[in-house]
């Protein structure tokens, strides 16, 4: 039972550029999360996902950030003209319900390094 | 704000020792309380959850939780150098999680 797929592992972008981070919830899973971990900093988290609907994304910058889980294929995180404080480790967790008592699962992460 | 608050540590224990890691948080709401491991550059990895007061074991962790104190805590008997993490305290009082910084825990052989 495949866990929580992030890609790609690692990504480097310049200045300006646009970055995509795609995740793969667990089989079974269709509540999404993404978190971003700066360093010697705790995960912040930015949204919550289901299949076609943003829930809570109070934790996303209002700027240059947005995210989306389609019917179809991965949730993906877009950020647009990057800039060097976007540097951090971008984590995504799922859970197969939402409510007060789930536990979610976390993804091996995407650390994107801006040059 | 909701806050959710952890010493940085460095916790050292001794192999063999009990460790033990607290966590106080803000929002009086917060209904689930989690623990989680992380080692350096990985992902976290969920170790404990609890939902009500107090203790629930699970094989050499123990979670305690009071919500009258808003206070969580992991206890790791029988330390193991492999023990030796980052661990993260999470405060759920809605549909997300709120994370501490997390402990760093040093297991000395």
């Known amino acids: 039972n495949a866990g929580v797929m992030q890609n790609p592992r690692h990504l480097v972008r310049r200045r300006g550029q646009e970055a995509r981070l795609r995740c793969s919830p667990m089989k079974g899973h269709s509540h999404v999360y993404w978190y971003r971990q700066l360093p010697e900093e705790g995960l912040k988290f930015m949204v919550y996902l289901q299949k076609e609907n943003i829930i809570d994304e109070s934790g996303m910058p209002k700027e240059r950030f947005s995210a989306e889980f389609p019917k179809e294929g991965p949730s993906i995180l877009r950020i647009q003209q990057v800039v060097r404080g976007d540097s951090a480790a971008y984590f995504c967790?799922?859970?197969?319900?939402?409510?007060?008592?789930?536990?979610?699962?976390f993804g091996p992460g995407t650390r994107l390094t801006v040059t | 704000q909701k806050e959710v608050e952890q010493n940085s540590g460095p916790l050292s224990v001794p192999e063999g020792a009990i460790a033990s890691l607290n966590c106080t948080y803000s929002d009086r709401g917060s209904q689930s309380f989690f623990w989680y491991r992380q080692y350096s550059g990985k992902s976290p990895e969920l170790i404990m959850f609890?939902?009500?007061?107090g203790d629930k074991e699970d094989g050499r962790f123990t979670a305690q939780l009071n919500k009258a104190s808003q206070y969580v805590s992991l206890l790791i008997r029988d330390s193991q150098p492999s023990d030796s993490a980052t661990y993260l305290c999470a405060v759920r009082a809605g549909r997300s999680e709120n994370f501490g910084k997390g402990t760093s825990l040093l297991v000395t052989p």
């Open positions: 609890i939902y009500s007061n």
């Open positions: 967790a799922s859970s197969p319900t939402s409510g007060t008592s789930y536990e979610q699962y």
